[in-house]
């Protein structure tokens, strides 16, 4: 499997990002970050492009200010 066909858990996506897991649930809540995808009743992941996308259109709307 290649990266971009990836899902991510909880501690993939904090590295990835670099925020603590209160931010990046808050971040969720407010709708500002990419939400879960629960695969069972008991296990929830991310998909690794879309948390790609998410950090590079964070970066250009900084870089566009």
């Known amino acids: 499997m290649n990266?971009?066909?990836k899902l991510l858990r909880i501690n993939d996506?904090?590295?990835i990002?670099?925020?603590s897991?209160?931010?990046w649930y808050k971040l969720m809540a407010e709708g500002k970050a990419p939400q879960s995808?629960?695969?069972s009743h008991r296990?929830?992941?991310w998909d690794y492009q879309e948390i790609i996308k998410w950090i590079?259109?964070?970066k250009k709307q900084y870089n566009s200010e």
Do not use: A, R, T, Y
């Open 3 to 5: 990266k971009e066909n």
């Open 13 to 15: 996506v904090l590295d």
């Open 17 to 19: 990002v670099g925020v």
């Open 21 to 23: 897991k209160s931010q």
């Open 37 to 39: 995808v629960k695969i």
């Open 43 to 45: 296990w929830v992941c």
């Open 56 to 58: 590079e259109d964070i």
